[in-house]
């Protein structure tokens, strides 16, 4: 395989109303890519790809009903939000507050998520106002 050829690697999952959104990563030389797949309909066959500069290490949904957010964690110190509707995803935002790559994200109440990161810190966003709420 050339390096061109990029072979991405399933980070993490979630599934919310019958959508399924895949975190995938790829390392070529010292970088971190990636992109986040999100599949819907029957047999969740139909797919679309959002390329990411970042490679995604954690994914956590926010909201409910047809409207939603899908919250990354990336190996850049930012937290990207994607805006959903029904089977479709567009970046909404990128929140950064790390010293170092996110590790984890997850869904708390009210529209808010927390996630770690390599520099030892978590922190509690309010995903509809896009602030940070605890952490700072």
Known sequence: ????????YPCDVVA????????????????WSGSLVVKSGAGLKEAHTL??????AALAVVGQG???????????P???LFACHKGAARLAASLPAHGGPISSVAAL???RVVSSSQD???????VAQRTLTQGE
């Open 1 to 8: 395989m050339s390096s061109a050829a990029l072979e991405q």
């Open 16 to 31: 919310h109303n019958e959508v399924l959104f895949v975190g995938l990563s790829s390392l070529t030389g010292e970088r």
């Open 51 to 56: 390329p990411l500069e970042h490679g995604v």
């Open 66 to 76: 047809d409207d939603f957010t899908v919250c990354a964690g990336t190996d850049a």
């Open 78 to 80: 930012e937290l990207q």
């Open 109 to 111: 109440a009210g529209d």
């Open 120 to 126: 030892m810190r978590s922190v509690v966003w309010d």
